[in-house]
């Protein structure tokens, strides 16, 4: 690659990092200037590439996540350069690139797109596994056989999904709020998903009734509730009362759930001798917790006062943009959450540098619809968009901003259950100006809509329901639907045939 003599190569684009926003932009600029040769480097051997991409609806995408040898890559695009070797430092003022094999690299226009790292609750322990995707929650599962009890702590997507994928081993999950899959989720929906971790048998689906709630604490609006109606009021503090999670035959799962607590400190087997600590076995019913006589490699000690002996811990508490070695030397403006900042058409506070995905923070003023989440689905169309707006610097064009950042739109799958969630699903920022409206039938469908003065802003659907593309109009229109009240949610009511 480098001439004699150690010559820098030179480059219009050069991209950093082999994730899905790196390789999505890399993708688009060698398209976008097939003459040019554009420079990927990549600390690793694989990269992950978007396949069988699907557009759902105007805002909703699916696809899945590959690792490839970045041979693919170059054969697909003969030119993209994938230059292996991690970043040593970034001279930005001289446009210049180091990396680790010591060569260097001269660029024009670069983007940063190199992540970010597992968040870990205690750095250097041998006991404690950090994971940051789905892809590692299923390696991870190999790391399994043998363990015949661990730890998880976190309460995003990932511990959700590993807690359910977790077979023959019981888990001790340690969660800091009081209802499971907070990130994506509120209590109602946690408590809709968490009979699959207990299941005994396939339950019948009952019909939840429809209500509106206020803020958690307020009453619910003038309801009358017949006795057999109670099924879907049950979100007061205490909701989760009554779940007490046992081990099933159906996913042998054995789940214990500790909320509002964090884990205070992290033994080894010699400490906890030393201390003569007492831990507790695993929960069978919450009365009778004993004492503990086998002896773990490790012990949790949580916030509650609780601990627990187990194989090892699981630390699924997030991630930390990976910006370390663009920092030194370079004037970056960073983020609250440590991610550099950038601007609506991707730019760092640095010339000539722009980021995309995990690694930066989107610091233009959002869409009320809008919010930036380290997931896949951003960092792809980050990376898309970065792509177009060096593309449009480079040749003086001016460009809109990407129609993707118009409304929060994400499709996954929890507990074998498709999930969508758009729009401010979960009232982000809405403070108590807001209610919400519920449908549900256990074990089939959980609707929520969040209403802000008779408008939709945002929606979780979970199950089958068919309505992601009316509710995604619904909250891009902001049509006014207080007219239709209650009816709005009604199963017997064809709600698209209102809105089309």
Not at 248 to 259: D, G, L, M, P
Not at 392 to 399: F, K, P, R, V, Y
Not at 405 to 420: D, M, P, Q, R, S
Request: hydrophobic share 40%; net charge negative.
């Amino acid at each position: 690659m480098a001439g004699a003599g150690g010559a820098a190569a030179r480059s219009r684009f050069a991209v950093v990092g082999g994730g899905i926003a790196g390789v999505t932009c890399a993708e688009k600029l060698a398209t976008e200037f097939p003459s040019e040769d554009i420079f990927l480097m990549t600390a690793s051997p694989v990269i992950k590439a978007v396949t069988n991409f699907k557009q759902v609806s105007k805002t909703l995408e699916e696809f899945d996540v590959e690792e490839q040898p970045s041979s693919m890559l170059e054969k697909k695009h003969p030119n993209i350069k994938v230059i292996q070797s991690g970043v040593k430092q970034l001279k930005s003022g001289e446009h210049k690139i180091f990396t680790e094999d010591g060569k260097e690299y001269v660029y024009e226009k670069l983007c940063l797109c190199a992540g970010a790292k597992p968040k870990l609750i205690f750095e250097g322990n041998p006991y404690v596994l950090g994971i940051r995707d789905t892809d590692s929650a299923q390696a991870f599962q190999k790391n399994l056989a043998q363990a015949e009890r661990i730890v998880v702590v976190g309460n995003g997507g990932i511990a959700l999904e590993l807690v359910y994928e977790i077979q023959g081993c019981e888990v001790i999950w340690a969660i800091k709020d009081k209802a499971i899959g907070n990130t994506f989720f509120d209590a109602g929906a946690a408590e809709f998903l968490i009979p699959k971790l207990t299941a005994e048998k396939q339950e019948t689906p009952i019909e939840c009734k429809r209500t509106k709630y206020t803020v958690e604490g307020s009453q619910e609006k003038e309801r009358p509730t017949a006795a057999s109606d109670k099924l879907g009021s049950a979100l007061g503090p205490d909701w989760h009362e009554g779940l007490h999670l046992k081990g099933t035959k159906e996913f042998s799962h054995k789940v214990h759930i500790e909320i509002l607590c964090e884990v205070k400190n992290i033994l080894l087997q010699q400490e906890f001798i030393q201390l003569q600590r007492t831990s507790l076995t695993f929960p069978k019913e919450e009365k009778n917790v004993e004492p503990d006589q086998v002896l773990w490699p490790v012990y949790v000690e949580l916030t509650n006062g609780k601990i627990y002996g187990c194989d090892f811990i699981v630390s699924a508490t997030g991630v930390v943009p990976n910006v370390k070695p663009f920092l030194d030397g370079n004037n970056f403006a960073v983020g609250e959450d440590g991610g550099l900042k950038v601007d609506e058409h991707m730019h760092t506070s640095v010339p000539d540098v722009y980021a995309a995905g995990d690694i930066c923070t989107a610091a233009w003023e959002p869409s009320p619809v809008w919010h930036q989440m380290r997931l896949w689905t951003q960092a792809r169309q980050m990376g898309w968009y970065a792509a177009k707006c060096m593309a449009a610097d480079t040749l003086g064009e001016s460009i809109d901003m990407d129609f993707s950042f118009e409304l929060f739109a994400h499709v996954t799958k929890f507990f074998n259950y498709k999930v969508v969630v758009l729009g401010k699903y979960n009232a982000q920022g809405l403070g108590s100006d807001h209610e919400l409206m519920l449908r549900c039938t256990r074990g089939q469908e959980y609707v929520k809509a969040v209403m802000q003065n008779g408008r939709m802003v945002g929606a979780v659907l979970i199950g089958e329901t068919d309505l992601e593309e009316t509710f995604e109009n619904l909250i891009l229109n902001q049509m006014d639907l207080s007219a239709y009240g209650e009816d709005l949610l009604n199963p017997d009511i064809d709600i698209e045939d209102y809105f089309d």
